[in-house]
């Protein structure tokens, strides 16, 4: 369950709650509570907080090479997550003209085959296919895992300043030209609109280049482990977002181990938080699964743990104004989650059994 505050450090005062607008941008009151607000005893409907193993869905790529990924949640601005466990190259070539994709890749190694030429893709590296990108995908490592973030809106790396917490001309790297797509013969293409899949079907490979000869190809990739924490010294103070998409309906954090005392309790007006668990070896609260997601919908209490761990995690935020909801897929992996460690809540107690009448 969660912490009364006893040996923890909280910021200063103790017992602090923070409401605020704007994800960490905007208004906020701060406010003092004689006891921690994050508990909850029961909870019925759908807005409730939530921890899920993305290795615990049932990924239908694992096993089907012509299966797509699976989605496990959606927003209401039209966001999707989807995970897949490809263990075999895909056997068509794929386009998105409604969304740009973030991949973010937990297991395994892939190389993306795209117009632009192909990019090798390691754990812990995003992965971003704009709208109209054409690629495929090649394990060469498995078992893979990746988790897949879908936005109608363009997404960029928007770090505070252009050099500090990304270096660009070292980190972010390009698909390499010189390493095309040589496929023979006859290719389906598989473009996704809003209404489902149409496929096409291609004399030729579509992805086979000559050269790039102008403008900046647009895939790129980044490591998490390559983009460095904000940190505020020596209380704490508010992750800073690296990723944003063009209206700020998401902003992409990295939530890694950093210095400071633990965050306030919170409420987040206006948007919900996805944690992505990527790896320890220390533990972020409860989680200490690589692979694990702990959901917190947008205005529900909660109080985020202790970051300053010595062991050192890595770990990537999602904050969405588009309120998310779980799939019956996502749902069929999920638990109830506590929120002040991130922990599965506990099951109530199971009330006596009626007495056996005569
Ligand atoms: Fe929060």
Not at 211 to 228: D, E, F, R, S
Not at 242 to 253: G, P, T, V
Request: glycine share 8%; aromatic share 8%.
């Amino acid at each position: 369950m969660t912490g009364n505050g006893s040996g923890e450090r909280s910021g200063p005062p103790p017992g602090a709650h923070l409401w605020s607008r704007d994800g960490f941008n905007g208004d906020m009151c701060v406010t003092v509570r004689p006891y921690p607000i994050v508990d909850y005893t029961g909870v019925q409907g759908r807005h409730a907080p939530h921890r899920l193993g993305i290795d615990d869905l049932d990924l239908l790529d694992r096993t089907d090479p012509a299966a797509l990924p699976t989605v496990f949640a959606t927003s209401r601005k039209d966001v999707t997550l989807a995970a897949s466990a490809r263990s075999t190259p895909t056997p068509f070539v794929w386009r998105n003209a409604e969304n740009d994709e973030l991949h973010f890749v937990q297991d395994g190694e892939l190389d993306y085959v795209t117009d632009f030429g192909t990019l090798r893709a390691e754990p812990g590296d995003f992965v971003c296919l704009p709208r109209a990108v054409t690629y495929r995908v090649v394990p060469v490592r498995t078992p893979t895992l990746r988790v897949i973030v879908e936005t109608p809106e363009q997404l960029r790396l928007n770090p505070p300043a252009p050099f500090g917490m990304i270096n660009f001309a070292r980190d972010v790297k390009r698909p390499d030209p010189g390493r095309s797509s040589d496929q023979p013969g006859p290719t389906d293409l598989l473009v996704k609109a809003f209404d489902g899949i149409t496929r096409f079907s291609l004399p030729y490979d579509p992805l086979a280049l000559v050269a790039v000869v102008g403008g900046q190809i647009p895939v790129w990739t980044l490591n998490l482990a390559a983009i460095q924490p904000l940190s505020y010294l020596p209380h704490g103070g508010p992750p800073g977002s690296f990723a944003e998409s063009s209206s700020r309906d998401l902003l992409l954090y990295t939530l890694s181990a950093r210095p400071g005392a633990r965050p306030p309790m919170h409420h987040n007006a206006d948007y919900d938080e996805l944690i992505f668990y990527f790896r320890g070896p220390g533990a972020y609260g409860a989680l200490d699964r690589p692979g694990q997601l702990a959901w917190t919908p947008k205005s529900v209490s909660h109080w985020g743990p202790v970051e300053d761990v010595p062991e050192g995690y890595l770990a990537w935020l999602v904050e969405s104004a588009g309120t998310f909801r779980l799939t019956p897929a996502g749902h069929a992996a999920a638990h109830l989650m506590e929120t002040g460690r991130f922990d599965r809540q506990p099951e109530p107690a199971e009330a006596d059994p009626a007495p056996v009448s005569a």
